[in-house]
């Protein structure tokens, strides 16, 4: 059975920093392309960025290009999300995501979330 526990997420202020891990069991989590998207109160959930399985290739939301940076460690079956500069306007539940092939536009298995909050 495929498990996607997020960790990390809390409260920061405004500019503040946090980093999201994702921890993976059940797949071969090295040949699996991952997600993070996030969902706001009232809102769409919304993608955030993804890497590759082999984490050679990522890519962003423009709402958090050069603020936030994914990545993997795929002997220790996780993925991460930095986060920096954080607005308020980031606060969401951020959910981790895997996909067994990358030009699948829909992705396989969802952690549960963890909810960041940015107080201004």
């Known amino acids: 059975q495929v498990h996607l526990v997020e960790s990390g997420g809390g409260l920061v202020q405004a500019g503040g920093s946090l980093r999201l891990s994702c921890a993976a069991s059940?797949?071969?989590?090295?040949?699996?392309?991952m997600g993070w998207f996030r969902q706001a109160p009232g809102k769409e959930r919304e993608f955030v960025a993804s890497?590759?399985?082999?984490?050679?290739?990522?890519n962003y939301a423009d709402s958090v290009k050069g603020r936030f940076t994914i990545s993997r460690d795929n002997a220790g079956n996780t993925m991460y999300l930095q986060m920096n500069n954080l607005k308020p306007a980031d606060t969401a539940v951020y959910f981790c995501?895997?996909?067994?092939?990358?030009?699948?536009?829909?992705?396989?298995?969802w952690g549960q979330g963890t909810l960041v909050t940015v107080s201004s």
């Open positions: 995501a895997a996909k067994q092939y990358n030009y699948d536009p829909e992705y396989d298995y």
């Open positions: 059940g797949l071969t989590f090295s040949t699996y392309a």
């Open positions: 890497i590759l399985w082999s984490g050679t290739s990522t």
